[in-house]
């Protein structure tokens, strides 16, 4: 028989919840496009609506600032396309901030991170007062989809406002995980996806709060309160909406996600008293372990886990599928063989005893046999 998988990678993306699964087989079902006048088109607007209600829902915000996009790549270069003068940003942030920002035509300061990975206040401080006139953008992750690393947000929100800069932050990995309140955050955009929560891939939300200006980032229609042209994918909303929901219900669940977490950590340790798991005194998502085993190789290790019948991650795979060397772990100052040496283990609400209980199997088996090379 075929052994079973065991999926640890709900950072990558998450299984998409049975909610979702049954929101997006109705609304296949829907003849109509949502910008149409008649019954047809006011059924389909009507799933878009109600989709729009759950995820402002899930974050806090109104449904008139929840505008839907391909995903939290597509927000994030919205905002960063704005055409700021000048944008405050760390070296942790996600490929699809620090990509936008290196493109456009802004001044880049640069905000310093500690061994953790956490912005340092002082050096926050210091790159406010040199920001000159002009609009400035701050951004700064909620959580880091590598470390699961949580940003202080509303704080430096807060210190941000006062030197007159704009705030945006990018809540991909956070969303359906803690919870997020965008009024509470004091952020002017935040951007989510729906596949990181249990929803569909290549639908997504940019939160505009306020009167926050935004050129429409797609033209070409009046779609979206003319932010972005393009008919909607009913179906991926709605799958977003129902995904949304879900999380929002269940979000104290994570609790139990949050045991699961510390008991693999935990046994981690008693294995390979070796290991390092990267931020581990400092306030992470309840999910999110990032496991180092120095003298190892993370591309060997996701292989050999993947024969285990394990998915884990390691690096910024994002872009191309393959494991490559992290910027996130070489902003926080690791060293090269260390950060080339670190696996992701991402848990997520359908996570298991069992799931955590296969993973320690098979890294006791795969720590024996290192012990068994050394001695050799």
Known sequence: ???????????????????????????????????????????????????????????????????????????????????????????????????????????????????????????????????????????????????????????????????????HSDAVQAAGRIPVDVAGLGVDYLTVSAHKLGGPQGTGALVIRGRRALSPFISGGGQERRRRAGTESVAAIAGFGAAAAAARRELALMARVSRLQASLESQVRSITPEAIIIAEGTARLPNTTDLALPGASAETLVIQFDLAGIAVSAGAACASGKVGPSHVLAAMGLSAGLAGAAVRISLGHGSTEDDVARFLDAWTDLAAKRRRRAVA
């Open 1 to 167: 028989m075929r052994q079973a998988r065991t999926y640890l990678d709900w950072n990558a993306t998450a299984p998409l919840r049975p909610e979702a699964h049954a929101a997006m087989l109705a609304a296949l079902d829907v003849v109509g496009n949502p910008s149409s006048p008649h019954a047809e088109g006011r059924r389909a607007r009507a799933i878009v609506e109600d989709a729009r209600e759950e995820v402002a829902a899930l974050l806090g915000a109104r449904t008139s600032e929840v505008v839907f996009t391909s995903g939290g790549t597509e927000a994030n270069n919205a905002v960063l396309a704005i055409g700021w003068d000048t944008i405050l940003l760390a070296g942790v942030e996600h490929d699809s901030v620090l990509a936008p920002a290196r493109h456009s035509r802004a001044r880049l300061v640069n905000l310093p991170v500690d061994h953790d990975g956490v912005v340092v206040r002082d050096g926050l401080s210091h790159a406010l007062a040199s920001v000159s006139e002009g609009p400035a953008l701050l951004t700064l992750q909620l959580a880091n989809n590598e470390t699961g690393v949580l940003q202080p947000v509303a704080g430096v929100a807060a210190e941000a406002k006062q030197h007159g800069l704009a705030v």
